[in-house]
C-alpha cells in the first residue's frame, strides 16, 4: 500500500477516528487504525475505521494513491506524529512488503511503525434499519447538550448509562421526540417535533461514550445527520463520516412518574444571578456539596454550613408570592441545571421540603429539569 495525502486531510479524519479508541488495549487491534485505499468508481479514497467493540467509526478521504493496499497502525501514534508535521505539507504513507512496517515521509522527515495484518480486524456488522430519519446538526447538539450531563456513571445501574429516546404521542397534539437522562438525583427531559420517518420507533438508550463522540463530530461537521436505527444498533452518517454504536440492552424506567405534576409553589429568580450565589456560598460546604434555599416573599436566601468550614448565606431578589419554604439540594447538581437556563430567567416549582422541584427555562418551555430535595 502507498499514497500520498495532504496533511490537514489526514490530521483531521485521524483526530475524529483515534477518539474512539482507548489509550490502555488488552487487544492489541482494537490500539490500531484500519486503513485501506479504495479506487471505486475512479475516485480514490482512504478509508480508516477505528472500533473499540461497541463503537465503530469510519470515515474517507481524498487521496493519491500509488499502489493499493490496506493495513492497520497505532491510530494514537499516527494521529501524533501527523500532528506535529508542519501545516500545508504533503505526507506519503506506504507499507514494506518484507519488514511490514509503515513508512511516513513528509519532506525530510521519516518514521517507521509497525502494524498490523487487516485481516481479524472486527467490524462491527451492520443491521437492516428499521427506522432513518434526519436531524440538524442543532437539533441533535440541542438535546444532547441539555440532557447528557445528567447520564449515570454507575456502572450498576447500566440501563441509566446513556441517553434514552424515544416517541411522545399524546391525544390531540402532534408526535414528539424526546431525549431523557437521570441518575436518580436529576432529570432532564428535552423535545423536539418528531423528525420524518422517526413514526413507530422504538425507546433506545443510546451510550454516553457514543453521545459524546456523535456530539464531537456533528459540532465539528455542521451537517445534516442520518439518523438510523435497527434493533440492536444506532448509525450517524455526516458528511464522510459513519458512527455506528450497539445499543444499551435495556428497559428504561418509567420516568414520567418522577416528573412531579401536583407542585404549586412558583419561584423565578435570574438564573446568572442565583448561580453566582450557590456558587459562592458553596465555598464552605465541598464535604455535603449541601446548600439550603429559604424562600420568602420577594426573595430567596442560600445558606450552607459546615461545622469544619464554618458558614455562609447570601439573598437574592426573586418573583415568590407563596408561603414560606425551605428546602435543601445538592448545589452542583443546581448549578448544572441553572448552566441550561439559557433565556435569563429559571422557574422552579415546588411542593415541600421533601418533593423534588421542577426546573424550566422561563422562555423554553421545551426541555424540563427534576431535582431531588437534598436533608440539609
Known amino acids: 500500500m502507498k499514497f500520498i495525502v495532504e496533511r490537514t486531510n489526514l490530521l483531521k479524519s485521524l483526530a475524529h477516528v483515534q477518539s474512539i479508541v482507548e489509550r490502555r488495549q488488552t487487544i492489541p487491534l482494537l490500539a490500531n487504525v484500519l486503513m485501506e485505499t479504495s479506487s471505486e468508481g475512479g475516485k480514490s479514497s482512504l478509508v480508516m475505521r477505528a472500533t473499540d467493540n461497541e463503537i465503530e467509526i469510519s470515515e474517507n478521504i481524498d487521496v493519491q494513491i500509488l499502489e ?16 506535529k508535521l508542519p501545516e500545508g505539507a504533503q505526507v506519503e504513507l506506504s507499507v514494506d512488503g518484507e519488514t511490514s512496517q509503515m513508512q511516513v515521509v513528509s519532506g525530510k522527515s521519516r518514521f517507521s511503525l509497525p502494524t498490523l495484518p487487516a ?3 472486527p467490524l462491527m456488522t451492520p443491521e437492516e434499519s428499521a427506522k432513518v430519519f434526519t436531524l440538524t446538526t442543532a ?9 447528557q450531563f445528567a447520564v449515570s456513571y454507575e456502572e450498576t ?14 391525544e390531540g397534539k402532534d408526535a414528539l421526540l424526546k431525549a431523557v437522562a437521570t441518575d436518580g438525583h436529576r432529570l432532564a427531559c428535552v423535545e423536539m417535533s418528531l423528525p420524518k420517518g422517526a413514526q413507530g420507533m422504538s425507546g433506545i438508550i443510546v451510550p454516553r461514550k457514543t453521545i459524546a463522540e456523535i456530539n464531537k463530530l456533528a459540532g465539528e461537521m ?6 438510523s436505527i435497527s434493533p440492536n444498533q444506532i448509525r450517524f452518517a455526516l458528511g464522510n463520516a459513519v458512527l455506528a454504536s450497539r445499543l444499551i440492552d435495556g428497559t428504561y424506567p418509567d420516568y414520567e412518574r418522577v416528573i412531579p405534576a401536583d407542585n404549586d409553589k412558583v419561584l423565578e429568580v435570574d438564573a446568572a444571578e442565583l448561580t453566582r450565589v450557590v456558587d459562592r456560598v458553596a465555598v464552605v460546604s465541598e464535604k455535603t456539596r449541601a446548600v439550603k434555599l429559604q424562600l420568602k416573599r420577594g426573595a430567596v436566601k442560600v445558606f450552607a454550613s459546615n461545622t469544619d468550614e464554618g458558614s455562609a448565606e447570601d439573598e437574592i431578589e426573586a418573583s415568590y408570592q407563596c408561603e414560606p419554604l425551605e428546602i435543601g439540594f445538592n448545589y452542583r447538581y443546581m448549578l448544572d441545571i441553572l448552566a441550561q437556563i439559557k433565556s435569563g430567567k429559571a422557574r422552579f416549582t415546588l411542593l415541600d421540603s421533601a418533593s423534588p422541584a421542577l426546573v424550566q427555562d422561563v422562555e423554553d418551555l421545551s426541555a424540563l429539569y427534576v431535582l431531588m430535595p437534598m436533608r440539609v
Do not use: C
Open 68 to 83: 493499493e493496499g490496506k493495513i492497520t497502525v497505532s491510530a494514537h501514534l499516527l494521529y501524533d506524529i501527523v500532528k
Open 119 to 121: 485481516e481479524g480486524f
Open 222 to 227: 455542521m451537517q445534516d445527520i442520518q439518523v
Open 157 to 170: 445501574r447500566y440501563n441509566l448509562n446513556g441517553i434514552y429516546f424515544h416517541e411522545a404521542v399524546k
Open 139 to 147: 437539533e441533535l447538539q440541542g438535546m444532547i447538550d441539555r440532557t
